[in-house]
């Protein structure tokens, strides 16, 4: 065995996975970031006082859902895990919930 082949290849292999790693580290900081003064923003925002108070909580509550979702999803995705599955996953329970509210939704609608 060639321990210098070997050093090139763990040290070529460390460097790009640590400089990936890296980038994600930094994404999900940031992003997490930006979701908590989205959040705050959207807690303290005057458009919003019209709503119930229930609704706000709703809103704001599905919004921090959705975006840690889509966080989570960039963060694969700087990793270099394909996309495509998380969104067929995103796809395939958007379809369930949205079968499972079809009733209260046509009452709602009516």
């Known amino acids: ?5 070997i050093s090139a290849f ?6 790009s996975w640590g400089l990936k ?10 992003g997490m970031k930006c979701i908590k003064a989205l959040s705050r923003w959207l807690k303290t925002s005057k458009k919003l006082d019209k709503l119930d108070d229930s609704l706000r909580s709703f809103l704001s509550s599905f919004s921090n859902i959705v975006l840690y979702i889509v ?35 046509s009452n709602f609608a009516g």
Do not use: R, Y
């Open 21 to 30: 790693l890296l980038a994600a580290i930094i994404v999900l900081i940031v």
């Open 10 to 15: 763990l040290f070529e292999f460390a460097t």
């Open 71 to 105: 966080l989570v999803i960039t963060v694969a995705m700087v990793l270099g895990v394909p996309a495509t599955s998380f969104i067929t996953i995103l796809a395939s329970c958007g379809v369930a919930v949205g079968l499972a509210l079809q009733g209260s939704l």
């Open 1 to 5: 065995m060639n321990w210098d082949k």
